[in-house]
């Protein structure tokens, strides 16, 4: 079975396995796992943050970072197809008390002065706008790089307001690759970012949210509210570790698949967008008549796994564990199932 339903089905490769063996552990909730500790300022480095914290997922590193940031009856800004908005069970509203206000981006873009026109004023009839979410790379957009300069210009405007910046950077190595951006360039926007292990980078679990200090403190202790304070993480930590020397350059492969699968898909008529569009890892097809889950058991029935966006949309991931090898195979099927 070929599975590109996500970068997420990658499993630990054998130099990794060992490293998380080889891992000295210690209990992290009394902060003594010392590779836990490597790892949390390895990544906050990265990104040009104060600190880092480890959390078991990308959806609670998100929730934690709006948990942090606002008061429940506040407002936060985000693109209608967001992660946190489409894909997080309702979290901001139950964890954190919030409520979204999604806006319609541009391919995950949104437009500045959009956003502008979205901050409530102060009067007491509004939710007061606390935070704005942005995502990069942008998922159901297809893995669109977020431009920085955009990403600058709605920074210039929620700091003239005193409202803080979240990015939901699940994928922002993939974005650091596609376009030789910097990292601590694309988060020094951000007042929090988070940072998945677990999707390109190929570790088997965590996200890393970094932040200035006092705000990874609020984090760390929602964290343990959240249920999210684990103990002998370092074999964890281990594979991020591993991941981050050795699975970041490598990204440029899976790009370089996603664009050849984009290339058949267009071909074949079901490329949702233009090539250019297919930016990174992540390529959507589109189906006018809706017959995407049928199309689903039809490629299912082929050896290839998708993952069903809903009745238009398939998406299709490259990652660490699809080579050249099954890329030939997947054109080849792409073509027998959709010619
Ligand atoms: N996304 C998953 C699904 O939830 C859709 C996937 O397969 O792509 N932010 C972004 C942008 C994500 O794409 C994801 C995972 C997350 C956050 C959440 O990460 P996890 O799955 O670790 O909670």
Not at 209 to 221: K, M, N, P, S, T
Not at 297 to 315: P, Q
Request: aromatic share 6%; hydrophobic share 40%; charged share 20%.
């Amino acid at each position: 079975m070929i599975d590109l339903r996500s970068d997420t089905v990658t499993r630990p490769t054998a130099a990794m396995r060992k490293a998380m063996y080889a891992a000295d552990v210690g209990d992290d909730v009394y902060g003594e796992d010392r590779v836990m500790n490597k790892l949390q300022d390895q990544v906050a480095g990265l990104l040009g943050k104060e600190a880092g914290l480890f959390i078991p997922s990308g959806t609670m590193s998100n929730q934690l970072a709006i948990r942090s940031q606002t008061q429940p009856g506040d407002e936060v800004i985000c693109d209608y197809n967001a992660h946190i908005f489409n894909y997080e069970g309702g979290g901001p509203a139950l964890l954190s008390g919030v409520q979204l206000h999604p806006l319609n981006g541009d391919h995950g873009i949104l437009d500045p002065a959009e956003i502008r026109s979205a901050f409530r004023p102060t009067d007491h009839h509004y939710a007061q706008t606390r935070l704005i979410a942005l995502e990069n790379t942008h998922n159901r957009a297809g893995g669109v790089v977020y431009p920085l300069i955009m990403i600058e210009a709605v920074a210039k405007l929620a700091r003239g307001q005193g409202i803080l910046m979240h990015l939901d950077g699940a994928r922002l190595m993939n974005a650091v690759i596609a376009s030789g951006i910097d990292p601590a360039a694309y988060a020094e926007p951000f007042n929090s970012v988070s940072l998945c292990l677990s999707k390109g980078l190929g570790a088997p679990v965590g996200s890393v949210l970094v932040g200035d200090a006092d705000l990874i403190e609020q984090a760390h202790r929602f964290r343990k509210l959240f249920g999210g304070g684990m103990r002998q993480v370092g074999s964890l930590a281990a594979a991020g570790l591993y991941a981050l020397e050795n699975n970041i350059e490598r990204l440029a492969d899976d790009h370089q698949r996603a664009k050849e699968l984009a290339k058949t898909c267009l071909d074949l008529g079901v490329l949702e967008n233009d090539l250019a569009w297919t930016q990174t890892n992540i390529v959507i097809m589109n189906f006018p008549k809706g017959d995407t889950a049928y199309l689903e058991t039809k490629f299912r029935a082929e050896g290839l796994l998708v993952s069903v966006v809903n009745d238009h949309r398939i998406r299709l991931v490259t990652h660490l564990d699809f080579n050249d090898e099954q890329l030939v195979q997947t054109k080849q099927l792409l073509k027998k199932v959709l010619g």
